[in-house]
């Protein structure tokens, strides 16, 4: 196997979750969550750089208390078709909820993303964090765990299905013998579940990779047991090197229990590099990102989020954390629960969860371009990360990692200095799937 990082970069316009600052950056553009041009350009410079992926993030419910990119921002699969247009190599990873979408439709869109684009398409599938959601869906309540899990398991293999429905040489438009298609190579699906009853055919052939690419953001058992089941990368959450390393070890033994090749599935964890000349100018930077970033109020809705979008101004701000563990179960569990038992434990106020759930912590990834490549090179070796998934403030903060860090990678062997393929799977180093009905249909050991 091959020693190599894959790198893939996180837009997130006007600022995501705890970027409460970054619409002031004079260096980011106040439109640049909706601006196409802001996306070509990131994913211009990232393929630049030889990255493996665009990774663009996704929610269906705001409120006036959400992030700033969050509040107005493009829908991921029409970017990404757009963003298709005016690249070649990288890959295109867009969320899409598996909680509030049909398979036939979902489908069809990431097929035609993979066909636009010439096999670049890859699918990050949620459940949906946000409880407000069902409201924007006919519903009265967020589904809970149980349910979105398993709605979301059968949700991808009638996807994987569907993309089945045509075999590979299933066109072979011989004008001599006036044959289009090849009816016995069209399959429907038929397919009746728990969830879910859908026919098929999709009526679009497999891409130049096969299907498009499944990742997933597994946290919880249920999360980390989906991904192992289904998902060929993660967007891992990262922490301390420690836990980064139990969270890679855990993935990887539940794929191989579900009997899946451990290195088919490639985990991504966060990471926000702050590069500078030196160590110092870098960590002075760092703080005064934090600084920028740190705003009470912003951060205690965004605390409200692990709850449902919860309202904590309602509350005495010094009075205990209040008992809202009711609001966890169907909003963001794993987080809300080690909120909730923290609190407990150490018999901290509301004001005291907030500002420790926002409290200014060095990420290893800041320094000199040596230091953070070290860095890099050290976490991959513990047994942490097959890839990193990078999300920068601007794009000064991009160029500098590309220019200062990128380089140094490289010349250690281990990041790549060509792209492998066309596609995103063989760039990341995943088997083109077999079509199950030819599969099926050859003979053992062919």
Do not use: C
Not at 61 to 85: D, G, K, Q
Not at 333 to 349: F, M, W
């Amino acid at each position: 196997m091959s020693r190599r990082i894959h790198l893939a970069l996180h837009p997130y316009g006007v600022g995501g979750p705890g970027q409460h600052g970054l619409w002031k950056d004079p260096a980011v553009a106040k439109n640049a969550s909706i601006d196409i041009g802001y996306y070509i350009q990131q994913a211009q410079a990232a393929e630049h750089a030889l990255f493996d992926a665009l990774f663009v993030v996704d929610s269906q419910f705001i409120n006036a208390t959400y992030p700033s990119h969050y509040l107005n921002r493009l829908e991921p699969l029409t970017l990404l078709s757009a963003v298709a247009t005016h690249t070649r190599n990288i890959g295109l990873v867009g969320t899409a909820s598996s909680t509030y979408n049909s398979p036939f439709n979902l489908a069809r869109r990431f097929a035609s993303l993979d066909h636009i684009s010439g096999g670049r398409a890859g699918w990050n599938v949620v459940t949906s964090f946000d409880t407000g959601t069902s409201r924007n869906f006919g519903l009265d309540e967020h589904l809970d765990y149980a349910t979105r899990y398993g709605r979301a398991l059968e949700f991808v293999r009638v996807a994987r299905g569907l993309w089945d429905s045509y075999e590979d040489d299933a066109f072979p438009a011989d004008v001599q013998r006036d044959v289009f298609l090849d009816p016995s190579k069209l399959h429907a699906l038929d397919h009746e579940g728990e969830h879910f009853k859908v026919a098929g055919p999709l009526n679009l052939s497999r891409s130049p990779q096969g299907q498009p690419v499944i990742f997933q953001a597994g946290v919880s058992p249920e999360g980390r047991d989906l991904a192992a089941r289904v998902a060929e990368g993660i967007y891992a959450p990262g922490g301390t090197l420690e836990q980064a390393r139990e969270y890679y070890a855990d993935i990887k033994k539940r794929t191989a229990a579900h009997g899946r090749d451990p290195d088919h599935i490639k985990v991504f964890i966060h990471g926000g590099p702050v590069v500078g000349a030196t160590d110092e100018e870098a960590r002075r930077r760092e703080r005064e990102i934090f600084e920028e970033d740190n705003d009470f109020a912003s951060n205690l809705a965004l605390l409200g989020r692990s709850f449902g979008a919860y309202d904590f101004s309602a509350h005495d701000l010094d009075a205990p954390f209040p008992d809202v563990a009711h609001l966890a179960e169907k909003g963001g569990r794993t987080g809300a629960a080690k909120i909730i038992e923290r609190a407990a434990a150490e018999n901290l106020t509301l004001r005291q969860v907030a500002e420790s759930a926002n409290a200014f912590r060095r990420s290893p990834f800041v320094g000199a371009p040596e230091t953070v490549a070290d860095t890099i090179e050290r976490w991959y070796d513990a047994g942490t990360l097959d890839g990193i998934n990078l999300a920068f403030r601007n794009n000064d903060d991009l160029g500098r990692f590309v220019d200062g860090v990128v380089p140094l990678l490289q010349k250690r062997g281990l990041f790549r200095t060509e792209y492998e393929a066309d596609t995103l799977r063989g760039n990341l180093g995943l088997p083109v799937p077999a079509n199950r009905h030819t599969a099926g249909r050859e003979p053992a050991g062919a």
